[in-house]
């Protein structure tokens, strides 16, 4: 697994999100971008940490951030966990893991002693130029808003 790190430019993507909306990193040049990488919509991890980030949103975008989460998830999965906690931000449905891939968030993992391949639980801060500025890998999922600012 080749990750993105800090200083990297991120390569422009389109996806669509949980309303069908295109959307492309192209759209967010001259905006401060966080985006986060969840491994799957309503399991117990994923919800603490898009719930975290719903509760402490505002705080976020007065800090000047736009909110973006990524998962293999459909878009109807996506709709329906974005409406069921009311998420204020965009959730992109990465079926084919382009972007998963783009940034290097696949590998493997482990879980009550089995080995599998998933989706990493990282988030990466980008600058209005789309340049990484810094890259959490160890996310909070309780706490995450605060390990972002």
């Known amino acids: 697994m080749k ?6 430019k991120v390569p422009n993507f389109s996806a669509k999100d949980q309303h069908g909306e ?19 919509a309503n399991t117990p991890g994923c919800t603490a940490q898009a719930c975290d980030l719903r509760d402490n949103y505002d705080k976020l975008t007065n800090a000047g951030y736009n909110l973006i989460g990524v998962s293999a ?4 999965n996506q709709l329906s966990f974005s409406n069921k906690f009311s998420f204020p ?3 992109l449905s990465d079926e084919d893991r ?3 891939n ?8 482990k879980f009550r002693g089995k080995d599998y391949e998933g989706i990493h639980r990282i988030t990466f801060i980008i600058n209005e130029e789309g340049i990484i500025n810094r890259v959490i890998d160890k ?11």
Do not use: C, E
């Open 102 to 109: 783009i940034f290097g968030v696949w590998g493997p993992k």
């Open 139 to 149: 996310v909070i999922t309780k706490d995450h808003a605060s390990q972002i600012l």
């Open 98 to 100: 382009t972007i998963i």
């Open 3 to 8: 990750t993105l790190s800090v200083g990297d």
């Open 89 to 91: 931000f965009s959730l």
């Open 22 to 40: 295109m959307i492309n990193l192209s759209d967010y040049i001259g905006k401060k971008i966080i985006i986060f990488f969840y491994p799957r």
């Open 73 to 76: 998830d459909s878009i109807k």
